[in-house]
């Protein structure tokens, strides 16, 4: 516990984490301290060496059960043999890329908000990054919704969002998806727009991504702009953070009351990320 140092990014959410080395298991009071450090900034960013595949598994399991990867996936993203890491990369081998996501800008988004039960947590390893781009940006919900014009608030309250399942978050069509005819039609699952968080008892909005979203019962315009509306007052500046990459970075954010974009990077540099999941959760106003 001596060496543990947790310090706030200063920004809108986040935390670094220094003295831990995730290769081992953890010390109760260590593991302790990072799930409150946790809980207070939504997003941890680790420092450390390179972790292999099973030690990842390893240290996500501290937060909960692992989410299998997507089957849909199976064929890219995939490490063989091991159903749980999935690989984020812009890189290509044998004409096949081993990874997703590319090298593309990715919009702010929720990871898998459109299942049922979404993932209450991602964690992202680096191996490789490049010398420039590939940023992630996260933004808090908490405090999203607590500057809400109240006005605005009043009116998302009792609210579900239809959360779209078709597209991927560089904005591609999933595989096995087709376009839908218009967005009450997209596929996906329906949450309320504010929810509970079942660890801090906090209210956040939970909005997804916006594209091909849609507002559960009301006119396609009306629902467009009212989502404008939202989405322009909850990713404000002073919400975020930007999170530069260093090699063996771990970075671990809450689905649950977090948003996330990325950068594009140029497709000559590398970037090779390895990820986890845990497993999904019910969305509860
Ligand atoms: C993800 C994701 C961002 C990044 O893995 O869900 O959005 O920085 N990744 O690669
Ligand atoms: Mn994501």
């Known amino acids: 516990m001596s060496n543990l140092k947790i310090s706030k990014s200063g920004h809108g959410l986040g935390a670094d984490v220094q003295g831990v080395d995730l290769s081992k298991a953890l010390e109760p009071d260590v593991l302790t301290a990072i799930k409150q ?13 390179r972790l292999s595949d099973d030690q990842l598994m390893a240290f996500s399991q501290n937060f909960g059960p692992l989410d299998l990867r997507p089957v849909g996936k199976a064929a890219q993203n995939s490490v063989p043999g091991n159903h749980y890491v999935t690989v984020i990369s812009n890189v290509v081998e044998n004409g096949r890329p081993i990874g997703g996501l590319g090298n593309l800008d990715a919009e702010w988004h929720v990871d ?26 996260f933004c808090n919900m908490y405090a999203a919704l607590d500057g809400l014009p109240p006005d605005l608030r009043a009116r998302i309250e009792g609210l579900h969002l239809k959360h779209d399942a ?4 560089v904005g591609g069509l999933r595989r ?4 839908a005819a218009n967005v009450r039609e997209a596929p996906g699952a329906e949450h309320p727009m504010i929810r509970t968080h079942p660890v801090t008892g906090r209210q956040c909005l ?3 991504r916006r594209q091909e979203a849609y507002i559960v019962g009301m006119e396609l315009a009306e ?11 909850s990713t404000r500046p002073e919400y975020c953070w930007e999170h530069v990459w260093q090699p063996h970075d771990t970075v671990m954010w809450d689905n649950r009351c977090t948003l996330h974009r990325r950068d594009g990077f140029p497709n000559d540099q590398r970037r ?5 999941q845990i497993g999904g959760d019910v969305v509860e106003r």
Do not use: C, K
């Not at 450090?37 to 060496?49: C, D, K, N, Q, T």
């Not at 898998?112 to 940006?137: D, E």
């Open 112 to 137: 898998m908000s459109y299942n049922p039960l979404p993932a209450v947590a991602s964690i992202l390893h680096a191996w490789s990054i490049p010398a420039a781009g590939g940023n992630t940006y």
């Open 37 to 49: 450090a946790w809980a207070e900034h939504l997003v941890l960013r680790i420092s450390g060496g």
């Open 223 to 233: 629902s467009e702009a009212l989502l404008d509306e939202i989405w322009a007052a």
């Open 166 to 169: 078709g597209h991927t978050s």
């Open 272 to 276: 090779i990320m390895r990820r986890t």
């Open 176 to 179: 096995g998806f087709e376009e």
């Open 206 to 208: 939970y909005l997804g």
